[in-house]
T-cell receptor
Framework: LAKTTQPISMDSYEGQEVNITCSHNNIATNDYITWYQQFPSQGPRFIIQGYKTKVTNEVASLFIPADRKSSTLSLPRVSLSDTAVYYCLVGWGGADGLTFGKGTHLIIQP | DSGVTQTPKHLITATGQRVTLRCSPRSGDLSVYWYQQSLDQGLQFLIQYYNGEERAKGNILERFSAQQFPDLHSELNLSSLELGDSALYFC????????????FGPGTRLTVL
């Protein structure tokens, strides 16, 4: 199971673009990169998933370089409601299931 | 709304008791997962079921058990409860071939007094 490293916390302001980078040096060939968002006392919510290059949906973009050893979640024009914990996950851990780690606490200020 | 439902939303009980948490997966999803989230441990994977069969087991205590029924709903049974079992318990579901894309329910907050 690939270990991931991401910032413990970040802050930004409303209207800004926020980029959260995750490192996953030992990612396996078959692993996809998945990001989840979690608000306090709520279940994590799937945001985006990718394998390589760039993926974009209505919520975010995911940039993955050619070596796939890192990935960047990009949130355009954030608002106060984007304040949450963001988790980067790589692959399925088999008996370990999904390993969420500590995530990145993103705080958006007015 | 993820499409995953969990009941009850809140549960308060005493040490030594037994409780059952219930989960209904999204329509069409055959895989169900259970997670425990406490303040000091983060989100911990407990167990996975696929179409009624156990498929993966994580950090689940022997006092805890789960099952998935023919209608695909799942139950997590917690017995001999201890203060440290107080946590949020989440259920998630996915398609079999997309285990890393899971849809989480709203959770059950268990408080053991």
């Amino acid at each position: 199971l690939a270990k991931t490293t991401q910032p413990i916390s970040m802050d930004s302001y409303e209207g800004q673009e926020v980029n959260i980078t995750c490192s996953h040096n030992n990612i396996a060939t078959n692993d996809y990169i998945t990001w989840y968002q979690q608000f306090p006392s709520q279940g994590p919510r799937f945001i985006i998933q990718g394998y390589k290059t760039k993926v974009t949906n209505e919520v975010a973009s995911l940039f993955i370089p050619a070596d796939r050893k890192s990935s960047t979640l990009s949130l355009p024009r954030v608002s106060l409601s984007d304040t949450a914990v963001y988790y980067c996950l790589v692959g399925w851990g088999g008996a370990d299931g999904l390993t969420f780690g500590k995530g990145t606490h993103l705080i958006i200020q007015p | 709304d993820s499409g995953v439902t969990q009941t009850p939303k809140h549960l308060i009980t005493a040490t030594g008791q037994r409780v059952t948490l219930r989960c209904s997966p999204r329509s069409g999803d055959l895989s169900v997962y259970w997670y425990q989230q406490s303040l000091d441990q983060g989100l911990q994977f407990l167990i996975q079921y696929y179409n009624g069969e156990e498929r993966a087991k994580g950090n689940i205590l022997e006092r805890f058990s789960a099952q998935q029924f023919p209608d695909l709903h799942s139950e997590l049974n917690l017995s001999s409860l201890e203060l440290g079992d107080s946590a949020l318990y989440f259920c998630a579901s996915s398609a079999w071939d997309q285990k890393d894309t899971q849809y989480f329910g709203p959770g059950t907050r268990l408080t053991v007094l």
